[in-house]
């Protein structure tokens, strides 16, 4: 009889008791300092009682909540075949992490990029095939294609859908580094903030007086300028670029801090940037407005006001011009 078949049974038998004891102190039945001896005594043996035990304390410690390492019987997995599968696991893992720390405020392109890049090549690993052996191609289909979920298949999309949708690559470089553009902007940004932290120390006076936000208007219009003018010439730079493909944003990470700065600078400090352009667009508005009547006036002066002229029949003419020659000769 094998040994370890005989421990696993017992042990299955044992999990319905364990799941009794649990319930019972999830629910309040049982607390947490007595003994399950005196509860289920007359259910049990004190043989059981104590597998019970053992069987409960060895699942609590055995950090079966977050596996660093593969069981030892998968199938059909070689040594490399089942590293491989571990590498990507770990990697995986440590990317989620990433991703959901960066979730808010966004950090997630600046802050995930070389998990990301460490997960890809985790993947090609194991979907490419290393040499032309049968065990290769034997551990990219065992992993891969074999069964009907694709677990590293369907987590691998969604780390590349999620990095797609941020569009990173708009922060990053071909050597998959942050830009020159995007560390200056966050740059900027982070002394934005710093201006605004700043002078709200200095304006926060009393607690019983309303918050005046004049100072941070005033000490910090010009960081704020600059960072809008710099956020404009990128969404510029990125419509040049992308003209094919309309819609296109810049990656999360600069359009949410520049959601955040504006956020503050309007709704929360309530600041208003002045207008550069404001005479220009008064002058064009009021030309527009007076239009109208400029054409119609012009119209009115320039056309012609004709009189009527009475036409008198060419007999009629001719004897007044007879008789007038008569009276001159006399």
Not at 221 to 229: D, F, I, P
Request: proline content about 5%; charged content about 20%.
């Amino acid at each position: 009889m094998d040994p370890e078949g005989t421990v696993a049974r017992r042990r299955s038998s044992l999990l319905p008791w364990l799941l009794l004891l649990w319930s019972g102190l999830a629910l309040g039945t049982l607390s947490f300092g007595s003994s399950p001896h005196g509860v289920l005594h007359d259910l049990l043996s004190e043989q059981q009682l104590l597998e019970v035990e053992d069987l409960s304390l060895s699942l609590l410690q055995g950090g079966g909540l977050g596996p660093q390492s593969l069981p030892p019987d998968l199938p059909n997995l070689d040594p490399e075949c089942r590293e491989l599968l571990l590498d990507f696991a770990n990697s995986s893992a440590e990317l989620t992490g990433c991703i959901v720390r960066s979730a808010r405020p966004v950090r997630l392109c600046q802050t995930c990029y070389p998990l990301f890049q460490q997960v890809a090549n985790k993947m090609d690993n194991i979907s490419r095939a290393v040499g032309n052996t049968s065990e290769s191609h034997s551990c990219a289909r065992s992993l891969l294609m074999t069964d009907r979920m694709q677990i590293v298949v369907i987590l691998s999309e969604f780390f590349n859908s999620t990095w797609k949708e941020a569009n990173c690559a708009n922060c990053l470089t071909n050597s998959q580094e942050l830009s020159n553009s995007t560390v200056y902007f966050l740059s900027l940004f982070n002394h934005t903030l710093t201006c605004f932290e700043h002078n709200l120390q200095e304006s926060s006076q009393s607690l019983l007086q309303p918050r005046n936000y004049s100072e941070v208007c005033k000490n910090c219009h010009e960081a704020y300028k600059n960072l809008s003018s710099l956020y404009s010439e990128m969404q510029k730079k990125n419509e040049l670029e992308n003209k094919a493909e309309p819609g296109t944003h810049l990656c999360i990470d600069v359009e949410d801090a520049m959601n955040i700065t504006r956020k503050l600078w309007s709704r929360t400090f309530n600041c208003s940037v002045p207008c550069s352009d404001t005479v220009p667009v008064i002058a064009v508005s009021v030309f527009i407005l007076f239009l109208p009547v400029v054409f119609y006036l012009s119209s009115f002066l320039h056309s012609e006001q004709k009189k009527r002229k009475l036409i008198l029949p060419k007999r009629l003419k001719s004897s007044t011009s007879f008789a007038n020659i008569h009276e001159n000769s006399n």
